[in-house]
């Protein structure tokens, strides 16, 4: 069970009509509030997703010396960030809220940064079947591309009832690689999966 799902559900359990609310609210939320007790820099984390599916968290966060540094963040790590009670107090928009949010979705959350960083579901499975064995050599150039880019909707679908089926290793590298050399396994740039903002969050500085 995940901490996610356990705040989740605590939400719909407590406050039914505030989660009813956060389910209809569209994209393109922003925020603002200030920093926590346990937190020592202001910041504007982002959250991004992709019509193939792919979630990604990223943030700007001010050092010491008023420099900024953007990397991802873990599922783990957002979930905090983005954190707050029913009495959390709005706070006045950072004045650089847009400006962060733009060069980290054109920095570390464009398609090719996250992709490798965002292993899961159907991609993950596959990499951890075949990485590491001797069928990973057979399939070298799908799993590079695998680990680079998203599937495409058709390589999901093979490689899903692949799963279901319970392949042999041998032929999820066949299947793998035949979808590569069909040019179906994976979507090719940026352009063919678009990336949508789902919400930031600006953390004042102290």
Not at 45 to 67: K, L, R
Not at 118 to 145: F, H, M, P, S
Request: charged share 25%; aromatic share 6%; with cysteine.
């Amino acid at each position: 069970m995940s901490e996610a799902w356990v705040v989740w559900s605590n939400a719909q359990t407590k406050h039914p009509q505030i989660a009813k609310k956060v389910l209809g609210m569209q994209d393109m939320v922003h925020s603002t509030r200030e920093q926590y007790i346990d937190e020592n820099a202001g910041s504007v984390p982002c959250f991004v997703s992709t019509e193939s599916g792919v979630d990604a968290f990223a943030t700007s966060t001010t050092n010491a010396d008023n420099s900024t540094v953007e990397r991802l963040l873990t599922p783990l790590e957002a979930m905090r960030t983005f954190r707050a009670q029913i009495d959390t107090p709005t706070a006045e928009l950072r004045p650089d809220h847009f400006d962060r949010q733009t060069a980290l979705v054109h920095g570390p959350l464009t398609i090719e940064a996250i992709a490798a960083g965002n292993l899961k579901g159907i991609r993950k499975w596959v990499w951890e079947r075949l990485g590491g064995t001797l069928y990973a050599q057979k399939a070298a150039d799908a799993l590079n591309a695998l680990h680079a880019q998203p599937f495409t909707e058709h390589a999901t679908m093979r490689l899903s009832q692949a799963r279901r089926n319970r392949y042999s290793i041998d032929d999820i590298a066949d299947l793998l690689n035949q979808l590569h050399e069909e040019d179906r396994l994976v979507i090719k740039s940026s352009e063919t999966d678009n990336i949508k903002l789902v919400c930031s969050i600006g953390v004042r500085e102290a």
